[in-house]
């Protein structure tokens, strides 16, 4: 444990730089994909959504309103898939990026102090990972990550949509 600037044990060789570049070019480029997606998403629902509201007010047939909600649950359903691929991918870079922290950047095992002046894992990943560890509420805390408010809220959609074209069918206008 040190409290001031940590060297890594030995400079970064230019094939820890380089494994570095690649794997943070990764992640950058589907933890960006992944919030236009989001963003794209809810564009889309509300296109749906509007979509579904004019068709009631307008007193459309109830089968074609009906198709476009359980259209709208199935782009749902496709969303969420998007995004678990993405987050998987997402894995891939952190699990290499955590590594590369280890064992060519801060080096492993090494503390700083906190704002607070506790103890902690010196590096990002690797911190997230320890404390993911070490807290008991960490269960509940998890549920407020991306990967899975996201998921949740495409899962949502699909299940409003679905709903709604099943009450459309059994309760037409």
Same mark, same amino acid.
């Not at 070490?134 to 299940?159: A, E, F, I, P, Q």
């Given at each position: 444990?040190?409290?001031? %600037? !940590?060297? %890594? %044990?030995?400079? %970064?060789?230019?094939?820890?730089?380089?494994?570095? @570049?690649?794997?943070?070019?990764?992640?950058?480029?589907?933890?960006?994909?992944?919030?236009?997606?989001? #963003?794209?998403?809810?564009? /889309?629902?509300?296109?749906?959504?509007?979509?579904?509201? #004019?068709?009631?007010?307008?007193?459309?047939?109830?089968?074609?309103?009906? !198709?476009?909600?359980?259209?709208?649950?199935? /782009?749902?359903? !496709?969303?969420?898939?998007? @995004?678990?691929? #993405?987050?998987?991918?997402?894995?891939?870079?952190?699990? /290499? &990026?955590?590594?590369? *922290?280890?064992?060519?950047?801060?080096?492993?095992?090494? *503390? !700083?102090? @906190?704002?607070?002046?506790? @103890?902690?894992?010196?590096?990002?990943?690797? =911190?997230?990972?320890?404390?993911?560890?070490?807290?008991?509420?960490? =269960?509940?805390?998890?549920?407020?990550?991306?990967?899975?408010?996201?998921?949740?809220?495409?899962? &949502?959609?699909? /299940?409003?949509?679905?709903?709604?074209?099943?009450?459309?069918?059994?309760?037409?206008?």
């Amino acid at each position: 444990m040190t409290n001031g %600037p !940590i060297q %890594p %044990p030995d400079p %970064p060789s230019e094939s820890c730089k380089l494994q570095f @570049d690649y794997a943070w070019k990764w992640f950058s480029y589907h933890a960006d994909q992944r919030v236009k997606m989001f #963003n794209f998403m809810l564009v /889309v629902f509300g296109f749906f959504t509007a979509a579904i509201v #004019n068709a009631v007010v307008g007193h459309q047939q109830p089968w074609f309103t009906a !198709i476009v909600s359980f259209i709208g649950a199935g /782009v749902a359903g !496709i969303f969420v898939g998007l @995004d678990s691929r #993405n987050e998987r991918l997402l894995r891939f870079a952190e699990e /290499v &990026l955590t590594h590369l *922290e280890e064992n060519c950047i801060f080096g492993k095992g090494i *503390e !700083i102090k @906190d704002r607070k002046r506790q @103890d902690i894992r010196f590096g990002i990943l690797s =911190r997230q990972s320890s404390e993911d560890e070490n807290y008991s509420w960490y =269960r509940w805390r998890k549920m407020t990550r991306h990967r899975v408010l996201l998921r949740l809220v495409g899962v &949502l959609m699909c /299940v409003s949509y679905l709903a709604a074209g099943v009450w459309i069918l059994k309760h037409p206008q």
